[in-house]
């Protein structure tokens, strides 16, 4: 017993750790703290730079028709281009990107993406002054516990409304444009002799008006040619007051959008943004240079002659610099070089990994930079120009390097953890104890184990290493191996096989079963397939159940049908309850259940129709009365899963909007029909030999397939837009968070609480540690799946398969003890037995 009570504990840990684990590899932030800075550029071309972001601008509309004086700009004064932005394409990455040459930070999943999670460094740190005016969802990003060189404004967030027809729309750049007028009139004089001034301008309404009127709109046009009217007058009234010619400028956006108005994901609308260059230090030529939006960062810093924020990624976009002088172009391209380099060789040791082929890369850019530094005085600027730019090249593809190797590692590390607990499961259901174990053997590799132990510990500590992640996975995956070596060692596999004519039947059918719950988890109408195989298996092998092969075959249209949508489908929920009539007139015996039932089904069609408020005590009552009324009736198994449909039918059908008590009632009927005698049922293993049997495995398939249909059926779990607070229009209206999650919930739980039920039935001990066996398997390459890259919609499917993946077998574990009472208790053992005894008179 003490045996089964560690395992089930080191199986927790093995769970818990692949899902932190996961998720710790592939959203660690790769921001590194405390990395030394390059020097400020001396003779820089501007003192001042001023940094327009028109929010939500894509490059297709923009150069369609360009505004007027933009289009002047690009013609006869600077440079222009695309700039190519990554997914996630929203405004606090592209911000970021655009400021501190960073890419979205995947550690910000855990903030809800609202923020950047740790400090990180940015073009208004290295700046002398910074001044910042815009939306409050943008601003408060880098004047957040800033020093005093930053100051930032923004309107009420109120402002940020979404009707177009207000009028108001355009108010949110006039605000801009007037704060940075007033600040012309003001403090401009103050700082008139400083140099390394940012002046940073989010102009928020091309992006208000696109979600509103969409970018195709007059609307949308008009928003941008207002903004390139206002961004003259700035112009002029920024030379007017400075004089000295001596202020660059900048234009871009930090995102594009869709013709309906989204942004995300990554089409070339979307990705796709304007970059106009113009004023000191900007070369003039009309021809198209695109970049990626991280090299913003240091363009901005060297014409100003600031220092590249230290955890830049982004090259110099050398072709935008004055090609007049390449001196200090070159300056430029070396600080960007040394200012990669520092990355590299902190990302080097954080891998925390003795190698000569990695220390020679770290070593070479080092070497590279001190060869270019003796050149200073040499009159061959462009060789030198051109040696920078080679190296430039190598420092990005040794920093992407050691992050990837980072990366792949520690999954490496996860992996062998998890194909160790697999294998330690594996032996433990199919598994028996050798009659001879090899002690010998045993010894073996319990010293081994303490050796490589001592050994990543030792390392960790002469190497100096400050990341302690790289050798506690180690660990970790060290210990789930040598377990399962001890395990093979002590055990011999006995998988049983109760019919040789079937065997590679069943293996096919489990092979299926796994390769559509896989694909289905990506593809939700993959799961149909499976429901298929599946009824193809039960006509084939359980010939005494035929109503098992039509209901099979029926539940596999569900997936094919379009996800529930919020809005409700009445006609569909009222032709379930007509069904659910039909069913309860023909299976329930009982006069006064029927005439019940049928009571209750009325009341519920006529609280779904509105014709009844349910909020106050009706809709609540039906709900809470459930459990009662499932527990008053007979514990025989057909009769019980018959109840469960019934009692749950109400309260589903008033939390739905379209065909989720249609599925629920086939799939209720689906399951009452598994044969209670046959060799696939619970009682026909009621054995004391404990080795699993391919027939067991197969059903295990089943069974997680029915728990993975219960998700994605009715597209419970296929999208975000099924979870609607407009479902629980019959119980509460008023906005309640709690309350409301909470009856979301339980609509999601009532098919999983159904399979649940029926597990009694038809699982058994062995079967549920086989049902853990395949879940574990299938979650196996889903470890690779998970990415922090992409729009925030792939990186969240990806985290939810995975994690559907490895929580399905425990949570089938838990609905099975959940569903305990409602198979098993009854309101009839509550009798007095004081009435049944005979009264004698004395």
């Not at 990669?340 to 890369?361: G, P, Y």
């Not at 462009?382 to 080679?390: A, L, V, Y």
């Not at 990837?404 to 199919?430: D, E, P």
């Not at 689906?670 to 005698?677: A, D």
């Amino acid at each position: 017993m003490s045996n089964n009570y560690a395992f089930v504990t080191w199986g927790f840990v093995m769970h818990s750790i692949i899902l932190w684990g996961v998720l710790d590899v592939n959203f660690h932030s790769p921001i590194v703290q405390d990395l030394p800075s390059v020097e400020v550029l001396e003779n820089a071309p501007a003192k001042r730079l001023v940094l327009f972001v028109a929010d939500g601008l894509r490059f297709r509309t923009f150069i369609e028709a360009p505004p007027n004086f933009l289009k002047h700009v690009m013609v006869n004064k600077g440079v222009w281009g695309v700039s190519h932005t990554r997914m996630p394409t929203e405004s606090r990455p592209g911000i970021v990107a655009i400021c501190a040459g960073l890419y979205e930070d995947p550690s910000a999943i855990f903030k809800g993406w609202k923020e950047n999670p740790v400090d990180f460094d940015s073009v208004f740190n290295r700046s002398r002054l910074s001044w910042a005016w815009g939306s409050p969802d943008v601003v408060p990003i880098f004047t957040k516990g800033a020093k005093e060189n930053i100051r930032g404004e923004s309107y009420p967030p109120e402002w940020q409304d979404f009707d177009i027809m207000k009028g108001q729309i355009w108010r949110l750049d006039a605000w801009v444009f007037d704060k940075y007028m007033e600040w012309l009139r003001g403090e401009a004089d103050k700082v008139k002799h400083s140099d390394r001034i940012i002046l940073f301008l989010h102009l928020l309404g091309c992006d208000t008006t696109g979600h509103a009127a969409k970018p195709h709109s007059r609307e949308y046009t008009d928003n941008m040619n207002y903004v390139d009217r206002k961004i003259e007058e700035v112009v002029q009234m920024t030379e007017s007051v400075f004089k000295d010619n001596a202020t660059a400028y900048i234009f871009t956006a930090d995102h594009g959008m869709t013709d309906w108005g989204s942004h995300g994901s990554g089409s070339i609308d979307e990705t796709e943004t304007p970059l106009v260059a113009w004023g000191a230090g900007i070369d003039h030529f009309n021809s198209r240079q695109d970049v990626e939006q991280i090299d913003i960062t240091p363009l901005i810093s060297n014409l100003i002659g600031a220092s590249v924020p230290t955890n830049s990624e982004g090259v110099l976009p050398w072709q935008y610099l004055n090609a007049s002088n390449l001196e200090y172009t070159n300056d430029a391209l070396l600080s960007n070089l040394k200012q990669l380099t520092h990355q590299v060789k902190a990302n080097r040791e954080i891998i925390c990994e003795d190698s000569s082929l990695m220390d020679q890369r770290v070593t070479q850019l080092y070497n590279k930079i001190s060869a270019l530094e003796k050149r200073l005085e040499t009159n061959n600027l462009r060789k030198r120009f051109d040696e920078t730019i080679n190296t430039i090249k190598l420092a990005k593809e040794s920093l992407l390097y050691f992050r990837q190797y980072q990366r792949s590692r520690l999954l490496i590390y996860l992996s062998t953890m998890w194909l160790g607990w697999i294998v330690l499961l594996f032996l433990k259901i199919a598994g028996t104890e050798r009659s001879h174990i090899n002690r010998v053997i045993l010894l073996v590799a319990d010293i081994a184990l303490v050796c490589i132990l001592v050994i990543i510990f030792v390392l960790y500590k002469v190497s100096d290493c400050r990341n302690w992640r790289p050798p506690c996975y180690a660990t970790i995956a060290i210990t789930s191996l040598w377990l399962a070596i001890r395990s093979i060692i002590r055990n011999s596999i006995n998988l049983r096989i109760e019919n040789d004519t079937r065997l590679w039947s069943e293996i096919t059918g489990i092979i299926l079963l796994l390769a559509t719950m896989f694909m289905g988890l990506t593809y939700r109408s993959v799961l149909s397939i499976g429901m298929i195989c599946t009824a193809i298996i039960q006509k084939i092998l359980m010939k005494d159940a035929p109503y098992l092969f039509w209901t099979a075959l029926f539940l596999a249209a569900f997936p094919l049908l379009p996800v529930v949508e919020p809005h409700p489908r009445v006609y569909i929920v009222l032709s379930s309850i007509c069904l659910m009539n039909v069913l309860v007139i023909f299976k329930i015996k009982s006069h006064s259940r029927k005439v019940a039932e049928i009571f209750r089904l009325i009341i519920t069609g006529l609280i779904y129709l509105e014709f009844i408020d349910g909020r106050s005590w009706i809709s609540w009552l039906l709900l809470f009365i459930t459990p009662l009324h499932i527990c008053a009736t007979s514990t025989e198994f057909k009769t019980r899963i018959h109840e469960v449909v019934v009692g749950f039918f109400c309260p589903l059908v008033l939390l739905s909007a379209s065909y989720e008590p249609l599925f629920f009632i086939l799939l209720g009927v689906h399951l009452s029909n598994w044969p209670r005698n046959n060799k696939y049922s619970s009682q026909y293993y009621r054995r004391t030999d404990s080795s699993i049997t391919v027939e067991e495995l197969l059903k295990a398939a089943i069974i997680m397939l029915y728990t993975l249909l219960s998700f994605f059926g009715t597209g419970n779990m296929a999208s975000i837009s099924s979870f609607n607070p407009s479902w629980t229009r019959h119980f509460v209206t008023v906005f309640s968070p709690f309350v409301m999650f909470s009856l979301i919930l339980f609509k999601i739980s009532v098919p999983l609480m159904l399979v649940g039920c029926a597990s009694h039935i038809i699982g058994s001990s062995n079967i549920f540690l086989a049902v853990l066996l395949l879940g574990d398997c299938l979650s196996l390459p889903l470890v690779y799946c998970v990415t922090p890259q992409g729009s925030w919609l792939d990186i969240g499917s990806a985290i939810s398969r995975f994690t559907i993946a490895i929580s399905l077998p425990c949570l089938l574990l838990l609905l099975y003890y959940l569903s305990y009472p409602l198979m098993t208790f009854s309101l009839y053992k509550f009798t007095l037995p004081v009435l049944l005894e005979k009264k004698h008179i004395v």
